[in-house]
């Protein structure tokens, strides 16, 4: 008997790398249009300087990060609905992509922060809550790893990314609930810049939720592939591993 | 150290984050393309031994060491062969 009558799919290629790659393409594209436009378009700030030119990546990270985390809380609502395990591997891409762009906008927002502010570091409430959201995540992708049985781990990690969200609109709130050195970037008259900084924004938060859509999709499918290698195993036998 | 200084790092680190990802995506992808070519090979070794010998080695052994009983495979090739699934 070949491998291919088994009836689950042990193929890494299949639907979706036709989808794949054009996302990669358009993320390739918007990204380096977005980066000329932050690095040639975009006009020197005139207090900051160049360094300003980090923060339309740094709010692109961040923007996407509070958008991953958003697909968590979905995806951990729609598993304690349905038990399908398909959201909850949705849930851990989207965590995990929402982790690295996280420690992207910490980064760069420290950065950042060393010429304007003349320290790496303050416990500034944005900073604070941010810092608190990255641990919220990373807890949550470490609570998978120690749980074993499989719908346990879906379980818990669900209550925790829906939890774990309600964070999400203190980040955005705390510049305006608390005391902050964080440039408050939307105002009551819209954005606080010029209108070419604008668009090189508008850009860079279009690339960064590109290739958020791209790296979820390749997650998304790695873990289902996973799903599936482990129900083989299982059919076969084999020890968990 | 001046502004450029600054701006090189933070991009350098926007960078460097992304690649280490998609690094570890990869690598992840890798390990399970070996663990299904090690499923593949069981299950085709699985099917030949059963026809040549009954008495044979209980166990055939993975390309990472683990043993596969037969029941296991012949329960494989039963859900194969339009039986009940595995999901």
Same mark, same amino acid.
């Given at each position: 008997?070949?491998? %291919?009558?088994v009836? =689950?799919? &042990?193929?890494l290629?299949?639907?979706?790398?036709?989808?794949?790659?054009a996302?990669?393409?358009?993320?390739? %594209?918007?990204?380096?249009?977005?980066?000329?436009?932050?690095?040639?378009?975009?006009? /020197?700030?005139?207090?900051?300087?160049?360094?300003?030119?980090?923060?339309?990546?740094?709010?692109?990270?961040? $923007?996407? %990060?509070c #958008?991953? =985390?958003?697909?968590? !809380? @979905?995806?951990?609502?729609?598993?304690?609905?349905?038990?399908?395990?398909?959201?909850?591997a #949705?849930?851990?891409?989207s965590?995990?992509?929402?982790?690295?762009?996280?420690?992207i906008? @910490?980064?760069?927002?420290?950065? $950042?922060? /060393?010429?304007? $502010?003349?320290?790496? $570091?303050?416990?500034?409430?944005?900073?604070?809550?941010?810092?608190?959201?990255w641990?919220?995540?990373?807890?949550?992708?470490?609570?998978?790893?120690?749980?074993?049985?499989?719908?346990?781990?879906?379980?818990?990690?669900?209550?925790?990314?829906?939890?774990?969200?309600?964070?999400?609109?203190?980040?955005?709130?705390?510049?305006?609930?608390?005391?902050?050195?964080?440039?408050?970037?939307? /105002?009551?008259?819209?954005?606080?810049?010029?209108?070419?900084m &604008?668009?090189?924004?508008?850009?860079? @938060?279009?690339?960064?939720?590109?290739?958020?859509a791209?790296?979820?999709?390749?997650?998304?499918s790695?873990?289902?592939?996973?799903?599936?290698?482990? %129900?083989?195993?299982?059919? @076969?036998? !084999?020890?968990?591993? | 150290?001046?502004?450029?200084w600054?701006?090189?790092?933070?991009?350098?680190?926007?960078?460097?984050v992304?690649?280490?990802?998609?690094?570890?995506?990869?690598?992840?992808?890798?390990? *399970?393309?070996?663990?299904?070519?090690?499923i593949?090979?069981? *299950?085709?070794?699985g099917?030949?031994?059963?026809?040549?010998?009954?008495?044979?080695?209980?166990? *055939?052994?993975?390309?990472?060491?683990?043993?596969?009983?037969?029941?296991?495979?012949?329960?494989?090739?039963?859900?194969?062969?339009?039986?009940?699934?595995?999901?």
């Amino acid at each position: 008997m070949r491998a %291919a009558a088994v009836p =689950f799919d &042990v193929s890494l290629t299949g639907t979706g790398s036709r989808l794949q790659r054009a996302l990669l393409a358009a993320t390739l %594209a918007v990204g380096l249009v977005a980066l000329y436009m932050a690095f040639v378009y975009a006009p /020197k700030e005139a207090t900051m300087g160049d360094v300003q030119r980090i923060f339309y990546f740094h709010v692109g990270a961040a $923007w996407t %990060a509070c #958008l991953a =985390f958003f697909v968590v !809380f @979905l995806g951990g609502l729609a598993y304690l609905r349905t038990r399908d395990r398909r959201w909850d591997a #949705l849930a851990l891409s989207s965590a995990e992509i929402g982790v690295v762009f996280t420690t992207i906008t @910490l980064a760069t927002g420290s950065i $950042w922060a /060393k010429p304007a $502010w003349g320290t790496w $570091w303050t416990w500034d409430p944005r900073l604070t809550t941010t810092t608190v959201l990255w641990l919220i995540y990373v807890s949550y992708l470490i609570l998978r790893g120690a749980i074993d049985e499989p719908e346990r781990r879906a379980s818990f990690a669900a209550a925790v990314g829906i939890v774990g969200f309600v964070d999400v609109p203190i980040v955005f709130l705390s510049i305006r609930l608390w005391r902050t050195i964080h440039p408050v970037l939307v /105002k009551s008259q819209g954005f606080d810049m010029e209108p070419p900084m &604008v668009h090189a924004l508008l850009a860079a @938060l279009l690339a960064c939720t590109l290739l958020y859509a791209y790296l979820l999709l390749v997650r998304t499918s790695l873990e289902r592939r996973r799903l599936e290698v482990e %129900a083989a195993r299982q059919a @076969l036998g !084999f020890h968990q591993g | 150290m001046g502004d450029l200084w600054y701006l090189a790092l933070a991009y350098a680190v926007i960078w460097a984050v992304l690649l280490a990802y998609l690094y570890s995506i990869a690598r992840r992808q890798e390990s *399970l393309r070996q663990e299904m070519k090690a499923i593949e090979e069981a *299950l085709e070794g699985g099917s030949g031994a059963e026809e040549e010998a009954d008495e044979a080695e209980p166990f *055939l052994t993975l390309v990472q060491g683990e043993g596969v009983p037969r029941e296991g495979l012949a329960r494989a090739r039963r859900a194969g062969r339009g039986g009940r699934g595995s999901r």
